[in-house]
Nanobody, 117 residues
Framework: QVQLVESGGGLVQPGGSLRLSCAAS????????MGWYRQSPGKQRELVAT???????NYADSVKGRFTISRDNAKNTVYLQMTSLKPEDTAVYYC???????????WGQGTQVTVSS
């Protein structure tokens, strides 16, 4: 079993920065494609950023140029560096890890990010 634990969320003013971390419990992390998702009340969970085992990244249009996803396989950790934060970024951010064959999908418990003056 793989457990994902997010950390780094909190309250920040508009224009500020936060760095989220997601730590995996086992060394299987290195063969998982990882992603960050977010969900705010009344809205569907949306993809924020992904990074493959090979390091290829993808971002939602709303965060391109502001957020950066990265991974450190030696530490079994994926990061989301968030800059120029906006109130619209307020949400619970979830870490996800998956592989397609064989299928595997796991989620962290989420960490709250609140952007407000």
């Amino acid at each position: 079993q793989v457990q994902l634990v997010e950390s780094g969320g909190g309250l920040v003013q508009p224009g500020g920065s936060l760095r989220l971390s997601c730590a995996a419990s086992t060394s299987i992390f290195s063969i998982l494609n990882m992603g960050w998702y977010r969900q705010s009340p009344g809205k569907q969970r949306e993809l924020v950023a992904t990074i493959t085992t090979g390091g290829n990244t993808n971002y939602a249009d709303s965060v391109k140029g502001r957020f950066t996803i990265s991974r450190d396989n030696a530490k079994n950790t994926v990061y989301l560096q968030m800059t120029s934060l906006k109130p619209e970024d307020t949400a619970v951010y979830y870490c996800n890890g998956k592989q397609r064959i064989p299928f595997f999908d796991t989620w962290g418990q989420g960490t709250q990010v609140t952007v407000s003056s």
